[in-house]
């Protein structure tokens, strides 16, 4: 059974009403899944509690990709947990699926981005296609004969990684 358009359009302006809770419930999902990631041990330190939206707030600074750059090049390296934190992951407990590159346009160089196999980034991506075809569909209505709509995404060169991740 597929979703209407205006169902899908009054799902994005429910679920965007109130952003606040739904970012502090998305916050408290990774938390509860990867509060004992080794990229937050370095600001968790010997921290054992279960990992809360305040904890969090307070001990880990805002991060940008450079954060992250030396832990997503160990993972296309095939490196996904550190030994000097018992094995734990690097960044997710879900499995590394692929890398992607970002489009480059903040800095001029595109990013490795590496995708995770997750239940939410799943409903997350395809929520996006659904509201951006939604969208086009809004504005570029289909005729009621020929309810079909030409689709292109962009998804850039393949490259596999040291690993063997593509």
């Known amino acids: 059974m597929t979703t209407g358009r205006g169902e899908i359009i009054k799902k994005l302006e429910d679920t965007t009403r109130d952003a606040a809770r739904?970012?502090?419930e998305t916050l408290r999902y990774i938390l509860q899944r990867n509060g004992g990631l080794s990229y937050l041990r370095r600001y968790l330190g010997s921290y054992n509690g279960s990992v809360d939206a305040d904890t969090f707030r307070t001990a880990v600074s805002l991060s940008r990709y450079e954060d992250y750059t030396d832990y997503i090049n160990k993972m296309a390296d095939g490196v996904l947990t550190d030994k000097n934190y018992g094995g734990r992951p690097l960044l997710s407990v879900d499995p590394l699926t692929c890398f992607f590159y970002s489009s480059g346009t903040s800095s001029m160089k595109p990013k490795l981005i590496p995708y995770f196999d997750s239940k939410h980034a799943k409903e997350t991506s395809t929520m996006a296609h659904q509201v951006?075809?939604?969208?086009?569909?809004?504005?570029?209505?289909?005729?009621?004969?020929?309810n079909k709509a030409l689709w292109f995404l962009y998804a850039g060169n393949v490259a596999e990684t040291k690993g063997g991740y593509f």
Do not use: D, H
């Not at 951006?132 to 020929?146: M, W, Y």
């Open 22 to 24: 739904q970012q502090s």
């Open 132 to 146: 951006s075809f939604a969208n086009v569909g809004r504005l570029f209505s289909p005729t009621p004969s020929v």
